[in-house]
Structure formats: C-alpha cells, structure tokens
C-alpha cells in the first residue's frame, strides 16, 4: 500500500490565505470583472472581455496573494 505525500498544515494554511485574500480583494475592487459591468474600487486596465480572461486575472491574483502570505 503506498503512503500519500505529508501535507505540512502551515503549507495548507498559507493558501487558504491567500485564496481569502484574493476572494476578498476581488469582490471589493472588481478586480479582473468582465466588461459591461461597474463595480467599486479599481476598474483601469484589468477588465476582462472574455470568461477566460477574468479567469487568468483571478489566477495571476492568486499567485500574487500567495507569494506576499509566503513573505
């Protein structure tokens, strides 16, 4: 029977972090929304036109998050 990997809980809780963070910086500034829509906060430069443009927008927010928890 093979053992799965240890998962270390800080590792865990570092990118439950960050994904709260993302959630929260998202929902507050619209960041990365698709077009056609106003929200509140910053709206300049990063509205998506497509799904999978507001998809890549919450990834790379994501990746941005982890790295400032890891700090």
Do not use: N, Q, W
Request: charged content about 25%; some cysteine.
């Amino acid at each position: 029977m093979e053992e799965s990997p240890v998962v270390h809980s800080s590792a865990r809780r570092d990118e439950d972090i960050a994904l709260d963070l993302m959630k929260f910086i998202a929902m507050t500034t619209g960041y990365g929304r698709t077009t056609g829509g106003g929200g509140a906060g910053f709206t300049g430069g990063s509205a998506a036109s497509k799904p999978e443009e507001y998809a890549t927008h919450l990834l790379e927010l994501y990746g941005k998050c982890k790295a400032a928890v890891k700090k």
